[in-house]
T-cell receptor, first 116, second 116 residues
Framework: AQKVTQAQTEISVVEKEDVTLDCVYE???????LFWYKQPPSGELVFLIR??????QNEISGRYSWNFQKSTSSFNFTITASQVVDSAVYFC?????????????FGSGTRLLVRP | ETGVTQTPRHLVMGMTNKKSLKCEQHLGHNAMYWYKQSAKKPLELMFVYNFKEQTENNSVPSRFSPECPNSSHLFLHLHTLQPEDSALYLCASSQEVGGGGNQPQHFGDGTRLSIL
């Protein structure tokens, strides 16, 4: 069975603080893909990043960085110098590579509130 | 502008009404999806269409009826809904090649549905 756990339901930080959103996944597939999405109050899910299971390099994009560790089945997301506009719900998602159904398994999401 | 447009943005209907949700994608993708997002529950995949053919029905009640006339348009026909069907309904699309599963899904803003 595939599962994504985001243990942090809600995080509140003050602007300019760094914040890390945790994501732990379970899968039996040897090839799989991990995603992060942002859902602002407007409702749409905005794609942030995709990671392949065979590529464990960490990635940085501006103030965003992702730490993928297969040994602990984690794919954590860090926002550096947070801003009020970062306030949103963030979802981690998993998709098995051998699954022919295109099913994307989402975590329950972490609500991030960045206060001025 | 996300490339995936959903209408209406908000819908209030009685349990005996019949209505339809519409989704249109302008990204040239070949797969489209319906998701349900309820309060305090993870995003739930409802239906998947690939090249207009339904490839997944995730045990959705028959009061939800999808229709995909072409790769750019997806409808969700609703009839005799229940109060627990009140939720945000999200449409997504992706460009799938075979069963790879590594392509990100791009989401619309969603339709917020309230059942009286």
């Amino acid at each position: 069975a595939q599962k994504v756990t985001q243990a942090q339901t809600e995080i509140s930080v003050v602007e300019k603080e760094d914040v890390t959103l945790d994501c732990v996944y379970e899968t039996r597939d040897t090839t799989y893909y991990l995603f992060w999405y942002k859902q602002p109050p407007s409702g749409e899910l905005v794609f942030l990043i995709r990671r392949n299971s065979f590529d464990e390099q960490n990635e940085i994009s501006g103030r965003y960085s992702w730490n993928f560790q297969k040994s602990t089945s984690s794919f954590n997301f860090t926002i550096t110098a947070s801003q009020v506009v970062d306030s949103a719900v963030y979802f981690c998602a998993l998709r098995g590579g051998m699954d022919s159904s295109y099913k994307l398994i989402f975590g329950s999401g972490t609500r991030l509130l960045v206060r001025p | 502008e996300t490339g995936v447009t959903q209408t209406p943005r908000h819908l209030v209907m009685g349990m005996t009404n019949k209505k339809s949700l519409k989704c249109e994608q302008h990204l040239g993708h070949n797969a489209m999806y319906w998701y349900k997002q309820s309060a305090k529950k993870p995003l739930e995949l409802m239906f998947v269409y690939n090249f207009k053919e339904q490839t997944e029905n995730n045990s959705v009640p028959s009061r939800f009826s999808p229709e995909c006339p072409n790769s750019s348009h997806l409808f969700l026909h609703l009839h005799t809904l229940q109060p627990e069907d009140s939720a945000l309904y999200l449409c997504a699309s992706s460009q799938e090649v075979g069963g790879g599963g590594n392509q990100p899904q791009h989401f619309g803003d969603g339709t917020r549905l309230s059942i009286l």
